[in-house]
């Protein structure tokens, strides 16, 4: 499989793939985007860009990206073909066309769906977009907003390391420190223990019930998340080289019991398989947790080597 940006070679499977989507997701054409139905090549011509899932010479999936109301860009039509769903097609097109949208200036990400597969919900949520406000849509209204704001890009890339090595320390590593706004804007750094939950994407933290973190979240959800790994020694050199994870997102209070209980069942399991322990801490302790439910907007790694 490779994704390319539209061709005219394959007009006619996007208008077929189009066509699959506007049934599937609106039961009739939908009117803000019938011109991409009708002509490929006016929507290139306003700033938008179509991307293909090309498998044995055909096109399997699509998404397209365009230009919305201020530095903001629209990410649409999302769709992959029934008999490739669930192999990787629709991830690959979502994602080339936010990198297209980020390296054409967008400041933020913007996706409006009416209901949506699970599938497809997963893929934004997994890929840090969290649902917006939309005082415009009435009660009645099925249209769903999403957004992701589009952070700067890593000045060293070279040092950059890779997505699944990033969530390989997340999982490896027991602890992190978390930094919030705290009291009269200064920032408040405190060193929590984490469970990455690889169902979800997300980070779980516990700890009291009141407090100076508390306050802050509440105040302001946006957070950071650095964590480290213990790094290494080259043989015949004093630096470390050690490798760090850098994370954005929104964090809110847990507030389901079963959750809480299982964020703190795999904390504990992260230090220790003593099943007497766990269950007299879960028993005594659990009434007096307060978890927390962290959603990654943006994740980046670097390799830093101390001399």
Request: contains cysteine; glycine residues 10%; charged residues 35%.
């Amino acid at each position: 499989m490779r994704v390319i940006q539209y061709e005219q070679e394959f007009r006619e499977d996007f208008l077929d793939l189009y066509s699959e989507w506007e049934k599937e997701y609106f039961g009739e054409r939908e009117k803000r985007h019938e011109d991409s139905f009708e002509d490929p090549e006016e929507v290139l011509k306003s700033g938008a860009a179509v991307f293909l899932a090309i498998g044995e010479g055909k096109a399997d999936a699509f998404c397209i990206a365009g230009p919305s109301e201020g530095d903001a860009w629209e990410i649409y039509g999302l769709f992959t073909a029934g008999q490739m769903r669930n192999k990787g097609a629709g991830k690959a097109v979502f994602d080339a066309a936010m990198e297209h949208a980020a390296g054409s200036g967008a400041k933020k990400l913007i996706i409006r769906c009416a209901g949506g597969r699970k599938e497809a919900l997963h893929i934004f949520e997994g890929s840090g977009f969290r649902k917006a406000e939309c005082p415009e849509a009435g009660a009645d209204s099925r249209e769903i907003v999403y957004e992701k704001n589009i952070f700067r890009p890593m000045r060293r890339f070279r040092q950059q390391i890779t997505r699944d090595e990033c969530i390989r320390i997340l999982k490896e590593e027991p602890r992190g420190v978390l930094s919030v706004t705290g009291d009269n804007g200064y920032p408040y750094g405190v060193v929590l223990d984490h469970w990455y939950c690889e169902e979800d994407g997300k980070l779980y933290f516990h700890g009291a019930k009141t407090g100076h973190k508390l306050d802050a979240i509440r105040k302001n959800d946006k957070v950071s998340y650095l964590v480290w790994d213990k790094g290494y020694r080259k043989e015949g050199e004093w630096a470390l080289n050690i490798k760090s994870v850098s994370i954005f997102g929104r964090m809110k209070l847990v507030t389901d019991e079963e959750k809480a209980r299982e964020i703190c069942t795999c904390l504990c399991r992260k230090f220790t398989d003593d099943e007497e322990y766990l269950q007299k801490e879960l028993k005594s302790a659990l009434p007096r947790v307060q978890c927390l439910e962290l959603t990654i907007e943006h994740m980046s790694g670097k390799l830093v080597n101390e001399s």
